[in-house]
């Protein structure tokens, strides 16, 4: 569960600029994970001005001087979910160039782990419509996802030790990354989503096969059975 750091303002002297500047990020964060907090609790559509004004003692006036308006809140916590997601998925991870399939397989599982312990992470990053372009500051990393790239970079690895011709590339990652994003979404809009474990364990099977495939085509062995390590 997040819980909301409000900013420190105690002090009689007038602040510095660095510790203005700070005290702003400590506030905007403040807001985001208050948001974060109240969408985990209640659903995205819970989410409003109003609801964020009485869990955080600020103002309405207050919230429009961080964020311009609120499809600019979403976007900043999609941001922190993504660095979230980035952090958990990757710690500890082999960076063995001699592993692409077993990067690819674990990178898999973790993501959707991660996913399934937090689906609004999923929802905001895959299910709501954004009408306008992110901040500059992190229009990047919401249009090009660092985990994203590296489950792409673990593809390319794999597909150029089994000999898949470069023009096939992109046409495998596109169909691994809709199956992930595909099969969850349709997990996600399921009235009971209460059996994660057997949908983990259907998810994996298909991405096996998945590979399998390419590796087939690729002449080279299949990856049954792995989905149970």
């Not at 510095?16 to 700070?22: A, D, M, Q, V």
């Not at 989410?47 to 809140?73: D, K, Q």
Request: glycine share 6%; proline share 4%.
């Amino acid at each position: 569960m997040i819980r909301i750091r409000k900013p420190d303002a105690t002090g009689l002297q007038p602040a510095s600029g660095t510790k203005r500047r700070n005290r702003k990020e400590d506030t905007r964060r403040m807001f985001i994970d208050a948001a974060l907090q109240l969408m985990e609790e209640q659903g995205v559509e819970a989410l409003s001005v109003r609801r964020l004004s009485e869990m955080t003692g600020y103002s309405f006036p207050a919230l429009y001087n961080y964020f311009p308006n609120m499809t600019c809140l979403y976007q900043h916590c999609i941001h922190v979910l993504l660095e979230d997601m980035l952090t958990r998925v990757t710690n500890g991870l082999s960076t063995d160039s001699d592993s692409a399939l077993e990067q690819v397989l674990e990178l898999s599982r973790r993501t959707l782990d991660y996913w399934l312990e937090r689906p609004l992470a999923f929802e905001l990053v895959f299910m709501v419509k954004l009408d306008a372009l992110p901040p500059e500051e992190i229009r990047d990393a919401l249009m090009n996802p660092p985990l994203i790239r590296k489950v792409r970079d673990a593809l390319g690895r794999l597909m150029a030790q089994l000999g898949v011709p470069g023009s096939e590339w992109e046409a495998w990652i596109q169909l691994v990354l809709s199956h992930m994003t595909g099969r969850m979404m349709a997990w996600i809009r399921r009235s009971d989503t209460s059996d994660a474990i057997r949908f983990r364990s259907a998810y994996l099977r298909e991405l096996e096969l998945l590979l399998g495939a390419m590796m087939h085509e690729a002449g080279t062995g299949d990856v049954a059975g792995r989905h149970d390590a």
